[in-house]
């Protein structure tokens, strides 16, 4: 009963930015690491940025300095700023968050959200 719900993606020009939005709702008893992952024609997906409970990140060295993660416990949702994009952003973007619910603590992944960086 656990759903992950993404927005914010669409198609932006390089150079431009994105907010995507990914909030979590259901019977949730609590939420662990918070992520981005993308996966972009014919590659494999890859880890973007992650956050812990605590609000620790890391991020993929293709991003550092141009992506943010952050998360706002009280509404369940993590957040992916992306600035100064480039075409090799291109990809969809999933969520991924480690949830504890009734069946115990397990990932859940959000629908995706196509980005595409293009002039």
């Known amino acids: 009963q656990v759903q992950l719900v993404e927005s914010g993606g669409g198609l932006v020009q390089p150079g431009g930015s994105l907010r995507l939005s990914c909030a979590a709702s259901?019977?949730?008893?609590?939420?662990?690491?918070m992520g981005w992952y993308r996966q972009a024609p014919g590659k494999e997906r890859e880890l973007v940025a992650a956050?812990?409970?605590?609000?620790?990140?890391n991020y993929a060295d293709s991003v550092k300095g141009r992506f943010s993660i952050s998360r706002d416990n009280a509404k369940n949702t993590v957040y992916l700023q992306m600035n100064s994009l480039k075409p090799e952003d291109t990809a969809v973007y999933y969520c991924?968050?480690?949830?504890?619910?009734?069946?115990?603590?397990?990932?859940?992944w959000g629908q995706g959200t196509q980005v595409t960086v293009s002039s």
């Open positions: 991924n968050v480690w949830i504890l619910a009734v069946g115990g603590l397990k990932d859940y």
């Open positions: 259901g019977s949730i008893f609590g939420i662990n690491t």
């Open positions: 956050i812990s409970s605590g609000g620790r990140t």
